[in-house]
Structure formats: C-alpha cells, structure tokens
C-alpha cells in the first residue's frame, strides 16, 4: 500500500487546515488509519486513528476537541480536520496504515506497516 498525505500549508493561529491520506495498492478497508505528526527536534508522536470502517476514533488529548478524523473507503482516503490550530501543531505530518489489532496498540508507530511522505504544517502567531 502506498500511502499520500497533502493538505498541510502556512495557516495562522486560530486557524483550520484539512489534511488527505490517498491510499493505492490496496484497499484502506483492510487497515487501520493513523496521523502522527513530528515537530522539529522532537519524536513522532500519535495525532489520531481510525478503525477498518471508521467505527472507532481516537485522540492524542493534546488535539481532543480541536482535531477531526474521517475515512471514506470507497475513495480510499482517510482526513483529518484540523481547527483552532496552535503553534505547537507545527510539524510535518504523516498518515500510517496497520493492520486491525488491539486498539490499545494504534498510539504506537510500531503496528504501522506503510507511511506516507509527510506534509508540512505551520501554524504562525
């Protein structure tokens, strides 16, 4: 499965961006979903993720309420809505996508098999 993330861009703060995860190769069906996202100087860490058919988000508390995930499978595409953007969501962002396991383990980049490139965000004060 390849994986294309695009959407990221200069917003200031307060603002919103949508970022898109395009999948070919496979069907995104089959896969669990993740944004994770990698500040300058500091590790990738968990955004979101998405169940196989959407049933079940989750949430880094630092973008509870603010961030929004989706999956359209029949586009193949999964999203993530982004308001009220602050300077420290700064950072490039990656979509993974995993296989259906434990959803005790989708914070870890360890159960992801394929990675997107990556887009930038900057939030600006």
């Known amino acids: 499965v390849q994986l294309q993330a695009s959407g990221g861009g200069l917003v200031q703060a307060g603002g919103s961006l949508r970022l898109s995860c395009i999948a070919s190769?496979?069907?995104?069906?089959?896969?669990?979903v993740a944004w994770f996202r990698q500040a300058p100087g500091k590790e990738r860490e968990f955004v979101s993720a998405i169940s196989k058919y959407g049933g079940s988000i989750y949430y880094a508390d630092s973008v509870k309420g603010r961030f929004t995930m989706s999956k359209d499978n029949a586009k193949n595409t999964a999203y993530l809505q982004m308001n009220t953007l602050k300077t420290d969501d700064t950072a490039v962002y990656y979509c993974?996508?995993?296989?259906?396991?434990?959803?005790?383990?989708?914070?870890?980049?360890?159960?992801?098999?394929?990675w997107g490139q990556g887009t930038k965000v900057t939030v600006s004060s």
């Open positions: 190769g496979g069907a995104f069906s089959r896969y669990v």
């Open positions: 993974a996508a995993g296989p259906p396991t434990d959803s005790l383990r989708w914070t870890s980049r360890l159960m992801y098999n394929y």
